[in-house]
Structures are given as structure tokens and as C-alpha cells.
């Protein structure tokens, strides 16, 4: 795997860290909170209004982790959602919640306006800002924070650490810490004419503590105002980079990202002592964002399920390579691995990672909500006290009803299969048997697309989560995206179509549905009937070069070279996509 390589670049400040260095602490202003038995949804505008006065359907989008690559893929696909043939999607979805590297696209776009305004601070959405801020290295603002005499002091006394300098790197860099008062920017600057937008992480403070009651070590928590106002901090002081920091803040490699309990329990006064909350990178519990939107639809008395007409999810998974031994080697060793084993910590994160992003997905996929084990399990959900306090106390069989009913969930990643491609039939003319027929190939050749396809995934899958990208990792990650929004993606045009009230989602639609959207766990008679079809039709074509019997592209690395500059790649996939795909506009086909 080399999804976590990037941030060993980062083990030489591991070095210098210095036993007993104290985290910076937000000290934030006390506010009003929820009572330990109640608390507010996490969805706080109104969606899906019985009264009809506000939307009836309900649109999330989730962006995964994945350092610079999730932050990047996330925002593209974002502008791809702002005009799906000709519709502005984007403007219709009401939550985002991010995890990890995903949260630097997300509070980027929750700042940002679409147009120049009266809030002349903000950044306009476009890719000119997708490029300068989210595919800047930011291990090169740390490491000139960390040469900086001042803070080096701090660093080196105990006074600060490398999230700070993390903290800095995003302010200056993605943020630019730019207000109408040239203050820190905080929750309260999102454009209020944007998603709400949920930034997830992991709660790290040790059980043994009495710090520990309230919130589960290894649970979720998320930087909304429900979780915020429950240990008394105010949602509209946070610091926005606080807040993205504590999502990315990779154990290791990053100190947590530490808040003051300002609401503590009766046993807690009486130590006499502040107590914290320590928080890491969000994908040590859910690396999609999906736990907070199931936590939005189960609370409040399952309330979104009930009263929207349908819920739409869509999920931006940056999931890449796994895994750091491979089968030809028998131990690795690297030149700080007399220090740590890293490759075997990335492993086990990794492999914690993607048990938890089975679970979850399986869950939407399915679109069947799997009861927590017990009252635990329910709190390190992050599902709500009046939820988990007794016994899990939702009606799982309702739920999971409404779920079949009225859930669409569309997972866009790496291994997407609905890319702008040429067609598999070649058409000739004349009659069957024709000694001499005049065949019409496709203007692309099939065999060269299948190639550089397999060789962009290959790219994609290979960048490290660390945060920076060179040009050619942000050419595959835009022309990825353009790729996947073309008009035989079924899964994309029904969703523009669900959001514009065009169509009413129902389970006649998997007969036509396509992997992204399609269910997972079992397949009904007409989704077989379908899959049956295709290889009938498909699967029992003569070999050609470059092709197995049955009529799948054969992929011989061996002997095909990829194409070898960004620009002629470049070159070759806007060509596919003049001919395959569209650009907001129908295309004519040769």
C-alpha cells in the first residue's frame, strides 16, 4: 500500500518531538449545551419540512480520506456536480461531511461563493482554487514553520508541536486566513448559502480518565454544532483549521488536536481540574463520512426518513493501494525502520480502515442499517444519548423499511466502472456473409483505451496520502472525474434526475442500474436477468488483438507502453471524451 507512504516524509519531526511536549489547547468560550439525555440533530437547517415549505429530498455528500487525493478528487467531482448536463446539482446538496484530507476540499468549498459578492473576502469556487489550494504541499509550510526560530522554541520547550505548525499550513495555505476583520476564520464563516458542512474525527482521550464518560475513546465526533454543544464549546468561534486539522491528524505522525470539556459531570467539578477532549484523524472510525449520515437519519425520531419524499447519498472514496508487504519480498526495511516499523503501523491502520469502510459500506449499499451490538457500540457511532442511553432505542425494522424505500446511494471511486469509453460493437456494412464488408472501427482504439485506462487507476490508486500533488497526479484525478460524468453513467443521470424532481427513486430502477448505484449483497431476478443479458450479447464474441475470447480487453502490460507525458495523455483522454462523452452538451458521434 502506498496510501499512507507520503507521510513518512514527515518521521524526521518525530525525532525531535520532545517527551512531555504539552498540545496546544483551544480554549474556547463557554456556551449553552444540550442536556446529557437529549441532544440537538446533527442536521441543523430544515430539510424535508412536513408543511412542504422545504425541500423534499434530502442530498448528502460525503467526501473520504485520503490526503491531497481525496481533497482533490472531492472538489472536482463537486464542480463536475455543478452542471451534470446543464443542472446545477451542487447547489442542492445540504450536507457535506468529510473526513480527514476530504475536510480541506470541504471548508474550502464551505467558504467559498460560486460568484465575486458582497462578502468580497471569500474565494470563488472555480479551478484556478481547486489547483493553488488544495494541491499545495503542505509538509513545506510545516517544515518552514518549523525552522522558524520563534516557534522552534516553542517546539522544543513544550510550548507547541507539529499540529500547530499544521494549523498554520492550513491557514495560510488552503484558508489563507483571510475575514472581513483579518481574523482566524471560524465554523461561524461558512457561507450560510452553502451545504452545512460536517468535518468528522475520532475521539482519542483514554478510558481510564473521568474525561472519558461522555464521549467513548475511539468514537466519533464530529465539529457540528450538536457534538460541540454537548462539552459546552461554541460552534461559531471554533477554528476552522482546528477543526479540518483534528480530522487529518494522523496518529504518529500528528499530536491531537485538543479542546476544553467546558461541560463536565458532577464527580468532574469536583476534581477541581480542566478536563480535555483529544481528537485524531477521522478515519481511524469511518473513512467515507458515512457514520454521521447515518446518525442523521436515525435521530430525532428517524425524522429525515420519514418526512423527505427520498434521501440521496453520494459517497467520494479516495480509497487507494493497500498494504506495504508484497508477495515477492520477503521482509521491507526502511532507513528509519531502526526507529519504527512504519510499514507495519501503516499496515494495521490500513487494515482498520478498510474493515470499518466494509461495514459502512455494505450498510448504504444495501440500504440496511445494521443495529448497534449494544449501548457502547451505539456511542462510538457518535449516535445521540436519547438513542444509545438505556438501550438503543430506534425502531430498526421502521428504519430499515424506509431505507429500501427511499434511499438512492451513488459511491464514486477509484474503481468506478461507468467511464466514457468506445463502444464494443464495431458496425459494418452490407449483409451477413459478405466476403468484403466495410467495417467502421471506433474512432479510439479499444485496445489502447483499455491500456491507459488501467494505467490511470494504476496512477491513481498509487498516490500517497500525504498532502501535495505534482501535475500529472491533478490531470489523472480531473480527467478521472470528467471520465465518470458522462451520459451512460445511469447512475449520475438518475441522480440529476431525483434531485431536479424529474423521477421518484423506487427498486424498479436497479433493473438498469449500474455498479456504482447497484446493490451489493444480493441480486434480484431482474438485476440477473440483466447481468445475463449482457453476457449473452457480449460474451461469446471471436478474440481480436488485443482482446480474450469473450470479449474483454486483454491487458498486457508487457507489451504496451504508457503513453509517456501528461500532455499527450491529456491529449487522448479529451479525445474520448469529444467523442464518448460530453461537456455539457450533446456531442456528435462520428
Not at 429525515?304 to 434521501?311: A, E, F, K, P, S
Not at 472525474?481 to 431536479?500: A, E, S, T, Y
Request: charged fraction near 20%; hydrophobic fraction near 40%.
Amino acid at each position: 500500500m502506498k496510501n499512507r507512504a507520503g507521510l513518512i516524509t514527515l518521521l524526521p519531526f518525530v525525532a525531535a518531538l520532545v517527551a512531555g511536549c504539552a498540545p496546544v489547547v483551544s480554549g474556547l468560550p463557554e456556551t449553552s449545551f444540550a442536556s446529557a439525555s437529549h441532544s440537538e440533530p446533527i442536521v441543523h437547517r430544515q430539510v424535508c419540512s412536513v408543511d412542504g415549505t422545504a425541500p423534499r429530498t434530502a442530498f448528502f455528500l460525503t467526501i473520504s480520506g485520503g490526503g491531497s487525493r481525496a481533497a482533490y478528487l472531492g472538489a472536482r467531482v463537486i464542480s463536475e456536480l455543478q452542471d451534470v448536463d446543464g443542472t446545477d446539482v451542487a447547489s442542492h446538496i445540504n450536507v457535506i461531511s468529510s473526513v480527514s484530507g476530504g475536510s480541506l476540499a470541504a471548508a474550502l468549498y464551505g467558504i467559498s461563493t460560486d460568484r465575486a459578492s458582497g462578502d468580497g473576502w471569500r474565494p470563488v469556487w472555480n479551478d484556478s482554487l481547486i489547483r493553488t489550494r488544495l494541491a499545495e504541499n503542505l509538509k513545506v509550510d510545516m517544515a518552514e514553520q518549523l525552522a522558524n526560530p520563534v516557534f522552534l522554541g516553542g517546539y522544543i520547550f513544550g510550548h507547541t508541536d507539529r499540529t500547530d505548525a499544521f494549523f498554520t499550513a492550513l491557514d495560510s495555505t488552503v484558508l489563507f486566513g483571510v475575514s472581513p476583520a483579518k481574523r482566524m476564520l471560524t465554523l461561524g464563516d461558512f457561507n450560510p448559502n452553502r451545504p452545512q458542512i460536517v468535518i468528522n474525527s475520532t475521539v482519542a482521550t483514554a478510558e481510564s480518565t473521568t474525561a472519558f464518560r461522555p464521549r467513548p475513546f475511539g468514537s466519533l465526533f464530529t465539529f457540528s454544532q450538536s457534538d460541540l454543544d454537548s462539552i459546552g464549546v461554541d460552534y461559531s468561534t471554533m477554528p476552522l483549521s482546528r477543526a479540518v486539522a483534528a480530522s487529518a491528524a494522523f496518529p504518529g505522525l500528528l499530536s491531537p488536536v485538543v479542546l476544553n470539556r467546558f461541560q463536565l459531570g458532577s464527580t468532574e467539578k469536583e476534581l477541581g481540574s480542566p478536563r480535555y477532549i483529544h481528537l485524531i484523524d477521522g478515519g481511524n472510525v469511518d473513512n467515507l463520512g458515512l457514520l454521521a449520515v447515518k446518525r442523521a437519519l436515525i435521530e430525532d425520531s428517524h425524522r429525515l426518513l420519514t418526512d423527505c419524499d427520498q434521501i440521496v447519498v453520494v459517497t467520494v472514496d479516495a480509497f487507494g493501494a493497500q498494504g506495504f508487504h508484497p508477495d515477492d519480498k520477503p521482509s521491507m526495511r526502511s532507513a528509519s525502520g531502526w526507529v519504527l516499523d512504519e510499514h507495519t503501523l501503516l499496515a494495521a491502520f490500513d487494515a482498520l480502515l478498510a474493515a470499518n469502510r466494509t461495514r459502512l459500506l455494505a450498510e448504504f449499499k444495501s440500504r440496511m442499517f445494521t443495529p448497534p451490538a449494544d449501548s457502547e457500540q451505539c456511542r462510538k457511532d457518535d449516535l445521540p444519548p436519547d438513542i444509545c442511553g438505556g438501550g438503543v432505542r430506534v425502531n430498526w425494522d421502521d428504519v430499515n423499511t424506509l431505507l429500501k424505500r427511499k434511499l438512492y446511494f451513488v459511491h464514486l471511486s477509484l474503481d468506478s466502472s461507468e467511464l466514457a469509453e468506445p463502444p464494443v460493437v464495431t458496425y459494418c456494412d452490407g449483409k451477413y456473409g459478405d466476403p468484403d464488408p466495410k467495417c467502421h472501427e471506433p474512432p479510439i482504439n479499444r485496445w489502447t483505451y483499455y491500456n491507459e485506462e488501467r494505467a490511470l487507476r494504476r496512477r491513481l490508486k498509487q498516490i500517497p496520502t500525504t498532502f501535495g500533488l505534482s501535475r500529472q497526479q491533478q490531470s489523472d484525478i480531473s480527467m478521472y472525474v470528467k471520465l465518470q460524468f458522462n451520459p451512460g453513467n445511469v447512475c449520475l443521470m438518475h441522480l440529476r434526475d431525483l434531485i431536479m424532481g424529474t423521477a421518484q427513486h423506487s427498486p424498479v430502477f436497479y433493473e438498469i442500474a449500474s455498479d456504482s448505484c447497484d446493490e451489493t449483497t444480493s441480486f434480484t431476478d431482474a438485476q440477473m436477468t440483466r447481468r445475463r443479458s449482457h453476457e449473452e450479447i457480449f460474451g461469446d464474441r471471436i478474440a481480436t488483438p488485443g482482446h480474450n475470447v469473450g470479449g474483454e480487453p486483454a491487458i498486457e502490460e508487457q507489451h504496451y507502453a504508457p503513453m509517456a507525458t501528461v500532455e499527450a495523455r491529456e491529449a487522448f483522454w479529451k479525445d474520448v471524451l469529444r467523442y464518448y462523452g460530453w461537456n455539457g452538451t450533446e456531442v456528435k458521434r462520428q
